[in-house]
């Protein structure tokens, strides 16, 4: 496949499905913040394409147009495509992996207003925060990959997060966004759960984006329990389950074509 210039990108619009909630909004928030890459089979009239937003990645298409080494951008990722790409994808990488997950929308309040322990505040993320972002290391990265990286997260303006001083313990942001719903990501520092500190961010946040006019959804793994609980307590209901696939490494090396 080809990378695709933004010039050439509003066109691709129709490919995806607009205002949808969870990991299908991917395509539009890769649109609207500028970040993201893309990709197609050709320039014009393509029959395959591909968007790709910190670690997961749309396909829609014809898996008939794709050669050899065609996916390689797509590799150590998790995709969301039909399942007439599954032979294209085994082909592709060493492995891959079906994850079960389901997509929330809430449609009720929070069951209940949580206190913070004594010393932590609940601020607004700003411009300011982006190195208390970046302090979080390596493993919690994934919660501003859509943005680019902390610096454009925290300048969004589109998180909350519970802070110790000037350390953060705990965040919730809009991860994806369309022109209906916010689908949100939350972590919480290992040794502070149980402090009813994400609960708290996800309130915060979601009473933002209600003010946007959006809809608040929530993407998990079936098997994520605690994230489950936690967007019950939100407010959240399921809305719908789906697959995606998680990729390991190319099985071929051919080089990407700019």
Not at 41 to 70: I, N, Q, S, Y
Not at 96 to 105: G, L, N, S
Not at 156 to 173: N, Q
Request: glycine share 6%; with cysteine; charged share 20%.
């Amino acid at each position: 496949m080809i990378q695709l210039l933004p010039r050439q990108l509003p066109a691709l619009s129709r490919w995806f499905p607009a205002a949808a909630p969870g990991p299908a909004a991917l395509a539009e928030h890769a649109l609207a913040t500028g970040t993201g890459q893309w990709w197609a089979d050709r320039a014009v009239h393509p029959r395959t394409v591909a968007v790709r937003c910190g670690d997961h990645a749309l396909l829609r298409g014809d898996p008939d147009a794709l050669t050899a080494g065609d996916l390689t951008p797509l590799a150590d990722c998790c995709i969301d495509a039909p399942d007439r790409f599954l032979p294209a994808l085994g082909t592709a990488f060493d492995q891959v992996i079906p994850w079960e997950r389901m997509v929330y929308t809430q449609r009720t309040s929070p069951t209940s207003t949580p206190r913070l322990p004594w010393g932590v505040t609940l601020r607004r993320l700003t411009p300011e925060h982006a190195p208390a972002l970046a302090e979080l290391g390596t493993d919690t990265a994934w919660i501003h990959g859509t943005w680019g990286g902390p610096t454009a997260l925290a300048a969004s303006g589109l998180g909350w997060a519970a802070f110790h001083k000037d350390h953060i313990l705990a965040v919730a942001c809009a991860h994806l966004l369309s022109s209906r719903y916010e689908d949100i990501a939350c972590v919480t520092v290992p040794e502070h759960r149980r402090q009813h500190l994400a609960i708290a961010c996800v309130t915060a946040l979601c009473t933002d984006i209600a003010a946007r006019g959006h809809t608040p959804s929530w993407s998990c793994s079936r098997d994520n329990r605690p994230s489950r609980l936690l967007a019950w307590t939100a407010g959240f209901r399921l809305e719908r389950e789906y697959v995606h696939y998680v990729t390991g490494s190319p099985t071929r090396h051919d080089r990407l074509t700019a």
